[in-house]
């Protein structure tokens, strides 16, 4: 009987607590800068897409949201042709980011997305690049990778040495 | 009031002012139960989030009437209409202020405790016309509940009914005058408390609907209006119990200084609170524990009660 009472009692004094709500549109949930929400696609520092279409992160989604495909352009460097999303299908699980080679795909925090109409939820490769760098800024896959493309030639990367001619190595 | 005329249009006034105060508890509610869950509550349409009342009201008069193919069809609509006709009856008994009530019958409260037990019918036959397994175990739930506490609801009111001399409920409350009969009964004040909980199967009692065992009890099979004359017709009963509450013990439109009938109004949603508390607070019991609650502990208490009062009430005159 008196625990009766004294839950009720208990229950009547959290009358004057503070109230748990955050009132969401004009009090927010402060978000990390790691929060997965919307899904980008980012660009490198001279401005060209960092997707080289490799499928990695289509093959990583478990709701296999992500549909794409991959052309090359004249000098062979490999980009999307499509690249779409579909964020209805979605769960902002954040596997694509980390299949990503290239750091192309990126999570942002960012979840207020709702539409009215469901095919509005697809996104296609305008709406998901950015003219941002995004989480590795100064990054640029070509400058670090060993192939040729038209932005460095073979072995002039950061860390490379110039190619060695095989022909040439003599004692 | 004699006048016919006088009649209706107290008639219009309660109906109207009841059936207000049930769409406000709603809100009342919800606000209450979220304030005590650190929560805020509906808050957003219009002032306080006040205008959820019409909202809701809107909401269920546009849901889809349904009635299920299995169901007894006639005594399935009838149902829910029973509930919310015999509260509202009850009502006419109420004396809200001196001279503003409808019926001051000198059978009052007998008048009440009957409408009150009439309720079960809609329980039963609800859960009964459904044709629904889950349904059926609440309106037997709800029967044996109603049943066992209606007996020592009405055994708790006679210490009342000693002290005033009267089953008229005015002249229960201008019996009150020196003092209120909560201090006088106090185990009769409980026991009416807790039987009146369970009349209306509001939370800590509410085992015919026990949402979290039977769906929704008896009413699991109702939508649109006819769910929500159940709705309504809680409650109303709500209301009714605290209203009774307040007339049998805490002496009715009695009190100085304000108004008689804002001093009734006070004490009923004084009480109205209380009952959102339980709700808030308490666990709902076994239905074994319920009813061996109500027959070794409290038929056995309010009999006393009754002896003592009636031995106190003898020695005295």
């Known amino acids: 009987m008196f625990s009766l009472l004294r839950s009720m009692a208990i229950t009547f004094l959290h009358l004057f607590s503070k109230r748990e ?23 490198d520092p001279d401005m060209g897409e960092r997707c080289v279409g490799c499928y990695l992160c289509a093959a990583a989604c478990p709701v296999d949201c992500i549909s794409l495909q991959a052309t ?83 072995g002039g990367g950061t860390n490379e040495n110039p190619p060695v001619d095989i022909h040439q190595i003599l004692p | 009031m004699t006048e016919p005329y006088h009649y209706l249009l107290m008639i219009v006034l309660v109906l109207f002012t009841l059936t207000s105060v049930a769409a406000l508890l709603i809100w ?64 006419v008994v109420v004396p809200f202020a001196p001279n503003l009530l409808i019926a001051d019958l000198h059978i009052g409260l007998l008048f009440f405790l009957a409408m009150s037990s009439m309720g079960v019918y809609s329980i039963v036959l609800g859960g009964w ?81 026990a949402e979290s065992e039977l769906v929704a009890g008896f009413h699991a099979e109702y939508s649109g209006m006819k769910f929500g004359m159940f709705f309504i017709g809680e409650y109303l009963g709500i209301t009714l119990i605290s209203a009774m509450l307040t007339t049998l013990f805490l002496g009715g439109w009695l009190g100085p200084v304000l108004p ?32 061996e609650y109500g027959w070794k502990i409290l038929l056995p208490l309010s009999l006393i009660n009754l002896l003592v009062t009636g031995a106190i009430s003898l020695l005295t005159s």
């Open chain 1, 21 to 43: 709500t955050i009132q969401y549109p004009e009090e927010r949930v402060p978000l990390h800068p790691r929060w997965r929400g919307r899904i980008v696609l980012t660009r």
């Open chain 1, 72 to 154: 090359e352009d004249e000098q062979g460097r490999r980009y999307p042709e499509f690249f779409r999303i579909n964020f209805s299908r979605c769960i902002f699980c954040g596997y694509c980011e980390e299949a990503c080679p290239t750091y192309a795909i990126q999570l942002l925090p960012d979840f207020e997305m709702a539409e009215y109409n469901r095919q509005n939820l697809v996104y296609e490769k305008e709406d998901l690049l950015i003219d941002s760098q995004g989480k590795y800024p100064g990054y640029n896959y070509y400058k670090v990778a060993g192939v040729d493309s038209g932005i460095k030639p073979k």
């Open chain 2, 28 to 91: 009342v509610e919800r606000r209450l139960l979220a304030l005590w869950q650190d929560r805020c509550g509906p808050n957003r349409a219009g002032p306080l989030g006040l205008f959820i009342v019409a909202a809701d009201t809107l909401k269920l008069f546009f849901k889809e009437d349904w009635i299920p193919p299995f169901a007894d069809k006639r005594i399935f609509v009838v149902a829910p209409a029973i509930v919310a006709a015999t509260v509202l009856l009850s009502f």
């Open chain 2, 129 to 209: 016309a459904s044709n629904n397994k889950y349904s059926l175990l609440g309106a037997l739930r709800g029967a044996a509940q109603m049943i066992s506490y209606e007996v020592f609801m009405g055994l708790s009111l006679m210490g009342v009914v000693m002290l005033s001399g009267s089953f008229r409920l005015t002249d229960i409350v201008l019996a009150q005058q020196d003092y209120w009969f909560i201090f006088t009964q106090p185990l009769g004040f409980i026991i009416f408390l807790i039987a009146g909980v369970a009349e209306t199967h509001r939370l800590p009692f509410d085992i015919p609907e």
């Open chain 2, 260 to 291: 008689p009938i804002l001093w009734f109004i006070l004490k009923t949603s004084a009480f109205i609170v209380l009952f959102i508390l339980l709700r808030a607070s308490l666990p709902r019991p076994r239905y074994d524990q319920l009813l």
